[in-house]
């Protein structure tokens, strides 16, 4: 598989830090964004929920305050919200190619990598 490999994290995140350490051992090359300074697009969020396989509200990090007053809305709206806010967007999340997942936990990550 030879797809290429990108993961979407927080710097100060201990998931975050965990999925680079499995990227780096694992010996593929990767492109490692931190989406609080390259900010995710709704349409970017929307091909992500895409590969995922989840509606947008798997993607919410559904205990932050900034939730709050979301359960209902659509998938429209809570894209346009993640977009606004990056700690409402779950982390990490590892893309290859066509598929992706959420590394939590991140043995996930291993999987996608062929482990």
Known sequence: MGDKITIYQKPTCSKCREA????????????????YDTQLTVGMLREIVHKLGIPARGLLRADEPLAKGSESANDEELL???????????????????????????????KLLGG
């Open 80 to 110: 346009q919200l993640m977009a606004a806010n990056p700690d409402l967007i779950q982390r990490p999340i590892v893309i290859r190619g066509d598929s992706a997942v959420l590394g939590r936990p991140p043995e996930k990550i291993k």
């Open 20 to 35: 680079l350490t499995i990227l780096k051992e694992s010996g593929n090359e990767f492109d490692s964004i931190n989406y």
